[in-house]
C-alpha cells in the first residue's frame, strides 16, 4: 500500500506565494507519477498539474500555466507544488495523488490516479 501526505496549504494574500509538499511512502521502489488535483465548496475536483515519473514531463491546467510550477525529489518520492501570484479562485482544498507507471494516459483524470492524500486546505483572501 502506498501512503500519500501533503503539507504546506495555509492563508495567503492575493498576490502571495505557497508551497505544497507531498510525500509517498510504501511500495515506492514502483514508478510513480505524481499529480495535484483540487476541489473547491460546491465544486468538482479538477486537474491542476502533473509531473511524470522521471520528471521529464509536466503537465497544468490552463488556470495555473505560468504561475505554479511542479517538480519532484526522487530522494524521498516527493512532489511539489509551487504557487505563485495566487488568485481568490485558487481556494480550495489540494490534492496530491500518485498513478501507477511512468504517467497515466488520461494525466488530468482523478479516475487515472490510485492513491491520495487527505488533502490540503489553501485559502486566498482578495
Known amino acids: 500500500q502506498v501512503q500519500v501526505v501533503e503539507s504546506g496549504g495555509g492563508s495567503v494574500q492575493a498576490g502571495g506565494s505557497l508551497r505544497l509538499s507531498c510525500e509517498a511512502s510504501?511500495?515506492?521502489?514502483?514508478?510513480?507519477?505524481m499529480g495535484w488535483f483540487r476541489q473547491a465548496p460546491g465544486k468538482e475536483r479538477e486537474f491542476v498539474a502533473a509531473?511524470?515519473?522521471?520528471?521529464?514531463?509536466?503537465y497544468y491546467a490552463d488556470s495555473v500555466k505560468g504561475r505554479f510550477t511542479i517538480s519532484r525529489s526522487y530522494a524521498k518520492n516527493t512532489a511539489f507544488l509551487q504557487m505563485n501570484n495566487l488568485k481568490p479562485e485558487d481556494t480550495a482544498i489540494y490534492y496530491c495523488?500518485?498513478?501507477?507507471?511512468?504517467?497515466?494516459?488520461?494525466?488530468?483524470?482523478?479516475?487515472?490516479?490510485?492513491?491520495w492524500g487527505q488533502g490540503t486546505q489553501v485559502t486566498v483572501s482578495s
Open positions: 509531473i511524470s515519473w522521471s520528471g521529464g514531463d509536466t
Open positions: 510504501g511500495r515506492t521502489y514502483e514508478t510513480y507519477a
Open positions: 495523488a500518485a498513478a501507477e507507471g511512468q504517467i497515466p494516459e488520461g494525466v488530468n483524470g482523478p479516475s487515472e490516479y490510485q492513491h
